[in-house]
Every structure is written in C-alpha cells, then in structure tokens.
C-alpha cells in the first residue's frame, strides 16, 4: 500500500503542477536540449527525500540520471550538493519544483525529529508522530520522521485500533468501546492492536481492572501526574504521552519512564529546510 500511495502522489502532483503543459518549457527550451543540475543545499540540517526526488525523476522520465552524493538520514550543512540529475533539460524543469517541494517539507520533517530525539538522548522513550499531517502527502512525512530517528504510530485509521475520548463517550464509556473493539477485531479475523486514551485517573484505573489492550494513551496529563502514572501502571501496559507536549517540556515527559511521547509539530507546523535545484554549466 505505501508504494501504491506514493505512486498515486506523484501522479496527482504532476497533474497539479503541469496540467495540459509546461508552456514556459515547451515555448523556449527545444526538445533535444540535454543539461544539467544539482541539488544545493542551502541550510543545515537532516536530508530526506532523496530516494523519493530519484522517483519522481524516473517517473517523468525514466532516461535521466541521477548521481546521488549524499543519501536521506545524513547531516548536511550549507553549501552541500546532494544529487546530480542530468538528461532532457525540457525533463529537468518539469520535475524541479516537485522533487524541491517533496525534499524541503521532508528535511524540514526530518530535522524536526532529529531536534526532539537528541533532546531525550539518555533515555528510553521513543519520540511518535500523529495523524496531523498534510493531506496526502502523509505516507512521505512519516516516512520523513523515520529518517530523522523517530518512530512511526499508525499510518492512519486501517492499522490500528485507537479508541479516543470521542469514541469512549459515543460508545457509553471504556468498557463498551474496548469490548466492541475487541469483538469487532476477532470477528473480522484482524490482528489489530488497541489502544486506548485515558483522560484521568479514574479512567486509568477502569482500563487496568479491564485489560486486555495493548498501550494506554495518557492524555494531557501533567508531569508529575505522568510519574504517578507510570508508577501505577508498573509496566503491565505501554504508556503513551500526548497532548500539548513541547521541544521545552519532552525531555521532563521522557524522564518519568513513558514509553512513548507523540508530538504533532513534527509534522503540522514544520519549517522546511531551504534548498535549490540549480543549473551545472
């Protein structure tokens, strides 16, 4: 399925972007034109997307070559050239703007959670992304906060059960919605794991006398109410940290023993990293 949504976004972004066609391209660069460019980068931090710009590319126009010099994951710093793509220079300009848009929201994701990771370096926890990400382009910010050292929650609502306050009070409360879960899995034959938000204590308490779920989602809870909870739960579940939780605020969070911490600006806020595809004489 990731590869059928990333093929499916290249498509649409073409569509977007071209349309009936790239009338400044076709009107002043001849067909034949064959050239040259490189990926400059411009500010420093972590690289991403360098195996999806190498896609698109192809995609367009599997006869142009890309010469990859540095590879997703890696630190970079101004002035560094990441990529060569050289062939058709009526290709070039058609896949520029994508394959920038693409890279920059992807570095820009990618240094985001190496900030947050090296924030809680001496500890345990591991740094969730969410579901609060740019429509469509989700499978590639996910795949953005892997490369820069985090780890990825559910793809979206297919993979996971999560059962949220909204639910919970739909349902008629937590005994209701885990049962229904629960049932609802086994009926249709899926492998799904539940987890489930708690907004309090008494709501943790009910959803450890119930069990049979796979993580506890600690919603808006305070620091020292994380302690306690951590405290309470003793290990029997894996916790999980949400709401609110900031760059200042994560390595206390991280520090009372939670197993995860989901933050959301890693992909709804973001600043993309700056760089440019730029012509090699």
């Known amino acids: 399925m990731k590869q059928e949504l990333i093929d499916e976004l290249i498509r649409l972004a073409f569509k977007e972007d071209i ?48 010469n990859i010099l540095i590879h997703d994951g890696v630190a970079v710093k101004y002035g560094d050239i990441a990529f060569t793509v050289a062939g058709k220079v009526q290709s070039l300009l058609q896949t520029e703007r994508l394959v920038l848009n693409v890279m920059q929201r992807m570095s820009g994701i990618a240094t985001t959670t190496h900030r947050y990771m090296e924030r809680l370096k001496g500890t345990r926890t591991k740094v969730l992304d969410t579901r609060k990400t740019t429509p469509g382009m989700r499978i590639l910010e996910k795949e953005a906060v892997r490369i820069g050292g985090g780890t990825n929650h559910r793809i979206g609502l297919f993979d996971m059960i999560l059962l949220k306050d909204n639910h919970i009070d739909f349902a008629g409360g937590l005994e209701n919605a885990i049962n229904r879960a629960k049932d609802y899995a086994k009926s249709k034959g899926k492998q799904l794991p539940v987890e489930v938000e708690v907004r309090n204590f008494d709501e943790l308490d009910k959803v450890l006398k119930i069990g049979g779920i796979d993580r506890i989602m600690l919603d808006n809870f305070s620091i020292e109410d994380t302690r306690k909870a951590v405290e309470k739960v003793s290990g029997r579940y894996p916790l999980e940290s949400s709401g609110g939780i900031t760059y200042d605020t994560i390595r206390a969070y991280a ?27």
């Open 19 to 66: 349309g009936e066609g790239d009338h400044t391209t076709l009107s002043t660069i001849p067909e034949t034109a064959e050239g040259k460019m490189q990926l400059l980068v411009k500010e420093d931090g972590i690289i991403a997307g360098i195996a999806i710009a190498e896609q698109i590319f192809h995609t367009f126009d599997p006869e142009l070559k890309v």
């Open 255 to 281: 520090e009372t023993g939670v197993d995860f911490i989901s933050v959301g600006a890693l992909t709804h806020s973001v600043k993309s990293l700056d760089m440019s595809l730029k012509y090699v004489g």
